[in-house]
């Protein structure tokens, strides 16, 4: 494994599929399920909505702890961040838009 200076703590990686990196991805469906059970039981006249917001931050919570406590056995630390490529290839300026003829010059469309 090629070693881009930081290989000895955690940076997540789209690309690996150990626990941790996958464990990120749980925060959405969580908190989406956690609404939906919050807006039934308000429906069910069990618990108002209004009233719930620390439920959803202790779901919220736990699933940060299980994401920092998740093992990463086996874990592929991201390649190095290659800035974009200059425009054009070799550097300069984009070139100019293309111009219409039909326009006049004093056209919204010419003033932007």
């Given at each position: 494994m090629a070693d881009y200076g930081y290989s000895d703590y955690y940076v997540r990686n789209?690309?690996?599929?150990?626990?941790?990196?996958?464990?990120?991805?749980?925060?959405?469906?969580?908190?989406?399920?956690?609404?939906?059970?919050?807006f039934l039981l308000q429906q069910l006249h069990v618990f108002p909505f209004g009233r719930s917001f620390p439920i959803l931050l202790i779901v919220i919570g736990l699933v940060k702890i299980g994401q920092r406590s998740a093992?990463?056995?086996?874990?592929?630390?991201?390649?190095?961040?290659?800035?974009?490529?200059?425009?054009?290839?070799g550097g300069?300026?984009?070139?100019?838009?293309p111009t219409i003829s039909g326009n006049p010059s004093n056209s919204e469309a010419n003033r932007g």
């Open positions: 789209r690309a690996c599929h150990c626990p941790r990196c996958a464990a990120h991805w749980l925060m959405g469906p969580a908190v989406l399920v956690t609404v939906g059970v919050l093992p990463d056995m086996g874990h592929v630390q991201p390649g190095p961040y290659s800035p974009p490529a200059s425009y054009p290839p300069g300026a984009p070139p100019a838009s």
